[in-house]
């Protein structure tokens, strides 16, 4: 499933968001995408705290010393933009991904779209699949 939604007002903040161990979230207008990995977890939270959520994993860059150059410009640039949003000030587009289906957007506002096999194998489920050939020997079987 995707799930698409048009943020253009502190109001739009409080719409419910689900994601799930296998949902990819993306920002096109900021560049963002968060893909599920091993550790990934679950939440149910709204808009906003989705964008707490990034904004504390962007704060962290700006206090690392040892980012390439450019990445703490771009961080700042990614606060301001969040921040804009919070006021109403700037539009953005959050777009749920979720090859299993278990992720949501709860609106009217949002548009939902189903994936095509081709999409949902494009994405990350945040799953460790090992081939048997990846396998230990002492694992096979």
Known sequence: MRFTLGVESPEDLDIRVIRS?????????LGINIEPGPASESYVSNVEGVLCRIEDVVGM??????????SIERAHEILGSLRQVRLGELGITIIIEDPLGNSAIIS????????????????????????KDELPNHFKG
């Open 61 to 70: 860059v700006t206090r690392w010393d040892d980012e390439p150059p450019g």
């Open 21 to 29: 161990i296998s949902g990819t979230i993306r920002i096109p207008e």
């Open 108 to 131: 009217d506002k949002a548009s939902i779209d189903i994936l095509t096999p081709e999409q949902a194998e494009g994405l990350k489920t945040g799953e460790i699949i090992l081939e």
